[in-house]
Nanobody
């Protein structure tokens, strides 16, 4: 089992940058695939970026070239570097840790953190 906590959200102007951190307060995050999701008001939660335990990353088309997901296993943390932010990036961002068990897929979620892109 892993417990996830997000850090680094806030208010930023369009064109600015933020780095989100997803830290595991228990459990070893290196054994999990980790994804960053976001949910804007009135919208469904969507996958932004994900990285496997083998360090293979994938991104939503809307953030390719602007966002980078990375993991630091020594720090038990996964980061989402967000550059050239746009107002449409405004949302609550959630960290997800996923693993497989004999019962199937198990998902763990952080509490979410607000990112607001506005002038």
């Amino acid at each position: 089992q892993v417990q996830l906590v997000e850090f680094g959200g806030g208010l930023v102007q369009p064109g600015g940058s933020l780095r989100l951190s997803c830290a595991a307060s228990s459990g070893a995050l290196k054994f999990y695939s980790v994804g960053w999701y976001r949910q804007a008001p009135g919208q469904q939660r969507e996958l932004v970026a994900a990285v496997t335990s083998g360090d293979s990353a994938n991104y939503a088309d809307s953030v390719k070239g602007r966002f980078t997901i990375s993991r630091d296993n020594a720090e038990n943390t996964v980061y989402l570097q967000m550059n050239t932010l746009k107002p449409e990036d405004t949302a609550v961002y959630y960290c997800n840790g996923r693993t497989q068990s004999s019962w199937g897929t198990i998902d763990y979620w952080g509490q979410g953190i607000q990112v607001t892109v506005s002038s």
